[in-house]
């Protein structure tokens, strides 16, 4: 069976840094494309970053750029996103996905920037 | 802001059919695949359609999607209690190497 589960959300201050870890389990890690989504409270969803299967390319929101990593570590079968220089808009849950044709998602870790 | 454009809300009796339009642009839609995603409140979305109108593993043929040009449609037909959700549509953006979820739109059922 094929599991995404997201941690490391919390309450971080703006100018913060957070890293969220995505562990995956029930399919062959390496082989796909992963992503991050995120949802402010109350709005729609936001894609954030991918990065495809051996860790070598990886694509950004704007909104993002600069800011944020993507990586994975295909030995421990972990996604993770680090975050920088957080802000308040950057509030939201953020959920990690395989390939956007399969379907998996995460359920998703709650991420607030506040003071 | 969100590049896909997509009906703030919908809604029909239970039994009936509801249409959602996603409208885009040749950057995303009119050439790539589109997506559909249905969000129940507090929960991870859930993919309904993809490739334009494939249905994966376990959704009902009751959803269904088409794409024409630079736009999408989902259908939802024999309307249920439990549809009541919000629904994203979904694409790839080729100028902007980036992906894209539209505005999203919530179906009430009345």
């Known amino acids: 069976e094929v599991q995404l589960v997201e941690s490391g959300g919390g309450l971080v201050q703006p100018g913060g840094s957070l890293r969220l870890s995505c562990a995956a389990s029930g399919f062959t890690f390496s082989s796909y494309w992963m992503h991050w989504v995120r949802q402010a409270p109350g709005k729609g969803l936001v894609w954030v970053s991918r990065i495809n299967g051996d860790g070598g390319f990886m694509n950004y929101a704007d909104s993002v750029k600069g800011r944020f990593t993507i990586s994975r570590d295909n030995a421990k079968n972990t996604l993770y996103l680090q975050m920088n220089s957080l802000r308040a808009e950057d509030t939201a849950v953020y959920y990690c996905a395989r390939d956007f044709n399969s379907g998996y998602w995460g359920q998703g870790t709650l991420v607030t920037v506040s003071s | 802001q969100s590049v896909l454009t997509q009906p703030p809300s919908v809604s029909a009796a239970p039994g009936q059919k509801v249409t959602i339009s996603c409208s885009g642009s040749s950057s995303n839609i009119g050439n790539n695949y589109v997506s559909w995603y249905q969000q129940l409140p507090g929960t991870a979305p859930k993919l309904l359609i993809y490739e334009n109108n494939k249905r994966p593993s376990g959704i009902p043929d009751r959803f269904s999607g088409s794409k024409s040009g630079t736009s999408a449609t989902l259908g939802i037909t024999g309307l249920q209690t439990g549809d009541e959700a919000d629904y994203y549509c979904?694409?790839?953006?080729?100028?902007?190497?980036?992906?894209?979820f539209g505005t999203g739109t919530k179906v009430t059922v009345l």
């Open positions: 979904a694409a790839w953006d080729g100028s902007l190497s980036a992906y894209v």
